[in-house]
């Protein structure tokens, strides 16, 4: 007992001072500032003292300590998404393209996003990012760029229609998830909502018969994230645009999804340019959907119409900062997005992917319906493979660096690769080879 009192591992503990002057950390300072390192040092110590590490590995563990933070400087963990569900809003919806990370990277300094570099004067924030918007829809004379899809149409109801009336069919009062619904977002924005025809069907003639003395405009919402079948019918935005200018009305139409132009896989999502050409005002729409940018609500349409939302006082309260400009305009000029590339994604490849993984972890290579997700294209289903895996796999995955979400299904982890870029297959190997290990091991101990 008395040589147990000797070893106190609380001896041979370095100071703080003494560790502070070690190197290593004295660099670490340098980059996190010294109150960083200091507690990590303490921390160390505290370990040392608890008897967890030696009291020569103090210096070490605060140092790998630091590193680790200097690799994830965020509590937001990177996710491999092997859902096979192309736009996932808990994992932040569109992955961004190479474009748009490097564009991230240059706009994180200094940069002119307010500023005439030639006359040194103030400038339009944001032009490029219009620009570029009109480049990609010649169909819009203007357009504006927000905080996200919600604030589009915010922004759209309080400056057309506030304190006055917002024609709406039935059929289009939808909420938008986690308890959003629209009807809110518009009565919250002071707009009255007049809803018309029914459920399942609404025509023009139902419209028509609701404008009134109070009606400022009219609003189309795409019906994003469900479907109703059967006996169906809405008014189309032709017989929309001409009833809205019949009555001197503008029609606002949110389409949801920021489908810039057809997609024939979606052929039910409608896309600006097509909306635009059958007369619509403006439309509204995300940036993060199946545009494939940041989280952005865009505003694309009549000149006169966004100039007026453009200066509505709550066009500053939705502004989006120049990190958002920089990747959308990146995502706008930049080649085919990461989602549509997806979306499109050969499913011949996705099997041989599959089958290489499967040899190599012991799993089944199944078919497996992908989605579009987000709140879009309900009732699609894409086409493609999974690697199958006993069902308890997916929550230890989860846990994996980078977490891998995978899908539970008929009681199998389905590791879909859809939205897995090539690239990061030999990660997906090593996560699904540790969880083996770690299931193994258990089954062992058990044993
Ligand atoms: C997703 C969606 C919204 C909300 O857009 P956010 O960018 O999530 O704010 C609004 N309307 C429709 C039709 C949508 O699909």
């Known amino acids: 007992m008395a040589e147990a009192g000797q070893q106190d591992p609380r001896r041979g503990i370095p100071r703080t001072d003494v560790l502070l002057r070690n190197p290593v950390l004295v660099a670490a300072a ?42 994830t400087p965020t509590t937001l963990r990177r996710v491999l998404n092997a859902t096979g569900v192309v736009l996932h809003t808990n994992i932040g919806r569109a992955p961004l393209t190479p474009a748009a990370r490097h564009a991230l990277e240059q706009a994180a300094g200094y940069v002119d996003v307010e500023l005439d570099l030639a006359t040194g004067r103030r400038a339009r924030r944001g032009r490029g990012t219009t620009e570029a918007l009109l480049a990609a829809v010649p169909a819009a004379a ?89 006996f169906t019918s809405a008014a189309s935005i032709p017989e929309l645009a001409e009833l809205a200018r019949t009555h001197h009305l503008p029609l606002v139409v949110d389409i949801g999804s920021g489908l810039l132009h057809p997609e024939p896989l979606l052929p039910e999502e409608p896309d600006a340019t097509s909306v635009l050409a059958g007369g619509a005002t403006v439309v509204t729409s995300s940036g993060d959907k199946l545009l494939g940018g940041p989280q952005a609500g865009l505003l694309l349409g009549d000149t006169d119409v966004v100039e007026r939302l453009r200066r509505h006082p709550l066009a500053r309260a939705l502004r989006v900062d120049k990190l958002t400009l920089a990747a959308l305009e990146a995502t706008l000029r930049g080649g085919p997005t990461v989602v549509e590339a997806f979306l499109h994604a050969d499913p011949d490849a996705l099997r041989a992917r599959c089958a290489r993984i499967a040899e190599e972890v012991g799993g089944r290579v199944v078919p497996s319906n992908g989605a579009v997700g987000g709140g879009g294209a309900p009732g699609v289903t894409l086409g493609g493979w999974a690697v199958a895996l006993p069902e308890g796999y997916a929550a230890h995955l989860r846990h994996a660096d980078p977490a891998v979400l995978a899908r539970v299904e008929s009681g199998l982890t389905l590791v879909d690769l859809r939205c897995v870029p090539a690239g990061s297959d030999d990660e997906l190997v090593a996560a699904i080879r540790a969880v083996t290990a770690a299931v193994d091991a258990a089954a062992r101990d058990r044993a």
């Not at 939808?174 to 018309?196: K, Q, S, W, Y």
């Open 142 to 230: 203007a357009a504006l760029v927000v905080n996200n899809g919600a604030a589009a149409l915010v922004l759209a109801t309080t400056a057309l229609a506030a304190g006055r009336d917002v024609l709406v069919s039935r059929g289009e009062m939808v909420e938008i998830g986690d308890g959003f619904r629209l009807p809110d977002l518009i009565a919250g924005a002071g707009a009255r909502l007049v809803e018309v025809g029914t459920t399942n069907r609404t025509s023009v003639r139902d419209y028509a018969g609701a404008i009134g003395p109070d009606t400022a405009a009219i609003l189309k919402v795409h019906p994003s994230n469900f479907r109703i079948e059967g």
């Open 30 to 71: 340098r980059r996190l500032g010294h109150a960083v390192v200091k507690a990590a040092v303490v921390a160390a110590q505290r370990r040392a003292r608890d008897g967890e590490i030696a009291p020569d590995q103090v210096a070490a563990a605060a140092a790998a300590d630091l590193d680790a933070r200097e690799r």
